[in-house]
């Protein structure tokens, strides 16, 4: 019996396509935040805030990261003055994070390019399709809940 025939090859791997989409998905989006001095995380924690999830506990969360990752993210974004921190009145140890008027007016730009990359790869899929090919990911990844509505703001 010969191994080499036997062997799968990098192409027979679901796990290598997975990739590669996205990297592409990842990396198409990216370039195009960069002309906005953004990067797909930073989008994230923009994005998260701006529908309401306005701690750094919540925006981890909603992104399944680390919370000292989001404040990180904060960090740079507080820099690039689109996002602050302020203290929340009903409790001294929450800091809430708001956007700033510059990030409030970003965001819905930047949602565009989301919607545009997201079309570029996955316009050729009918609405149920889609929703079929989320189903499937979210289950491979063993996220078994209900999915969360839609973030519509």
């Given at each position: 019996?010969?191994?080499?025939?036997?062997?799968?090859?990098?192409?027979?791997?679901?796990?290598?396509?997975?990739?590669?989409?996205?990297?592409?998905?990842?990396?198409?989006?990216?370039?195009?935040?960069?002309?906005?001095?953004?990067?797909?995380?930073?989008?994230?924690?923009?994005?998260?805030?701006?529908?309401?999830?306005?701690?750094?506990?919540?925006?981890?969360?909603?992104?399944?990261?680390?919370?000292?990752?989001?404040?990180?993210?904060?960090?740079?974004?507080?820099?690039?003055?689109?996002?602050?921190?302020?203290?929340?009145?009903?409790?001294?140890?929450?800091?809430?994070?708001?956007?700033?008027?510059?990030?409030?007016?970003?965001?819905?730009?930047?949602?565009?390019?989301?919607?545009?990359?997201?079309?570029?790869?996955?316009?050729s899929l009918d609405s149920g399709q889609r929703r079929q090919?989320?189903?499937?990911?979210?289950?491979?990844?063993?996220?078994?809940?209900?999915?969360?509505?839609?973030?519509?703001?």
């Open positions: 019996m010969d191994p080499v025939s036997n062997t799968s090859g990098l192409h027979d791997h679901l796990g290598y396509w997975l990739r590669r989409l996205s990297d592409e998905v990842h990396s198409r989006f990216e370039t195009e935040l960069a002309r906005h001095d953004v990067t797909v995380s930073q989008w994230g924690v923009m994005v998260s805030v701006f529908h309401g999830h306005d701690t750094t506990k919540a925006v981890a969360a909603h992104m399944d990261i680390d919370p000292g990752a989001v404040s990180r993210l904060v960090d740079r974004l507080t820099a690039k003055r689109l996002i602050r921190r302020e203290p929340d009145p009903a409790s001294r140890r929450t800091v809430r994070l708001v956007l700033t008027d510059q990030g409030q007016a970003l965001v819905p730009v930047l949602a565009e390019l989301a919607d545009r990359n997201d079309h570029h790869y996955f316009g090919l989320e189903q499937w990911i979210r289950r491979l990844v063993g996220e078994t809940h209900t999915p969360p509505p839609p973030d519509n703001p």
